[in-house]
């Protein structure tokens, strides 16, 4: 069974500030995805990684998946009241999985004061 | 831009009633998948479907659960006769075709509470 960790769970910090979010596993993935949950919504995806190390940039969010496929993080700078919301990793088994099942994270929740 | 949609947003049954909760997922999808997520839990994944057969399941996904693909839009989730512990938020997803990189879309769930 793969597992995700995330870390921190819960995080307040004021408008200004950065922050990273970190997504841990001792499995590999063929890709990773980030999603953002608003109370009373399905997770809306923010981005995919799919090769080791990569950067992928979305304004002021840096997503990076580990060089090993086992980790990822976000990375938010000059946080706004705005990115307040649950924070999402999700991860795909390796090629040969047919269903390409997701294996989710705890959840990272973000509250970000004016 | 397509989104999945899922109906009721909210069904209320009594404990041992059967209940079907319903999804349209984006049109030119392939793969449909159930997620449910338990009242401050991971999200946890039950089934997944491609070509009108069960790829993929769960441990959770028992024998009181089934999906079907009734017709050309439909994706639906049944589950026999609801217990307590079914009580969730259950999410329909689907995504384009073959290849890990291509992401699933999620709808907006339907909370199903189980008396």
């Known amino acids: 069974t793969q597992l995700l960790e995330q870390s921190p769970q819960f995080l307040s910090i004021q408008e200004g500030e950065n922050l990273t979010v970190y997504c841990n596993s001792s499995?590999?993935?063929?890709?990773l995805q980030w999603y953002r949950q608003e109370p009373g919504e399905g997770p809306v995806l923010l981005v995919t990684?799919?090769?080791?190390?990569e950067v992928k940039k979305l304004k002021r969010l840096t997503f990076q998946f580990g060089d090993a496929r086992k980790d990822s993080s976000l990375h938010i700078t000059a946080a706004q009241p705005g990115d307040t919301g649950l924070y999402l990793c999700?991860?795909?088994?390796?090629?040969?999985?047919?269903?390409?099942?997701?294996?989710f994270g705890g959840g990272t929740r973000l509250m970000v004061k004016p | 831009e397509p989104e999945v949609t899922q109906t009721p947003s909210h069904q209320v049954t009594q404990m041992g009633q059967e209940v079907i909760l319903r999804c349209v997922p984006i049109?030119?999808?392939?793969?449909f998948y159930w997620y449910r997520q338990i009242l401050g839990q991971k999200v946890e994944f039950l089934v997944s479907?491609?070509?009108?057969?069960?790829?993929?399941k769960s441990e959770i996904f028992d024998d009181q659960f089934s999906v079907e693909r009734p017709d050309g839009s439909n994706f639906t989730l049944k589950i026999r006769s609801t217990k307590l512990e079914d009580s969730a938020m259950y999410f329909c997803?689907?995504?384009?075709?073959?290849?890990?990189?291509?992401?699933?879309?999620f709808g907006d769930g339907t909370r199903l509470s189980i008396l």
């Open positions: 997803a689907s995504r384009p075709g073959t290849g890990g990189a291509q992401p699933q879309h």
């Open positions: 499995s590999v993935f063929s890709s």
């Open positions: 990684v799919v090769t080791g190390g």
């Open positions: 999700a991860g795909s088994p390796l090629q040969g999985d047919a269903g390409n099942m997701l294996t």
């Open positions: 049109s030119n999808h392939l793969y």
């Open positions: 479907f491609y070509n009108n057969e069960i790829s993929e």
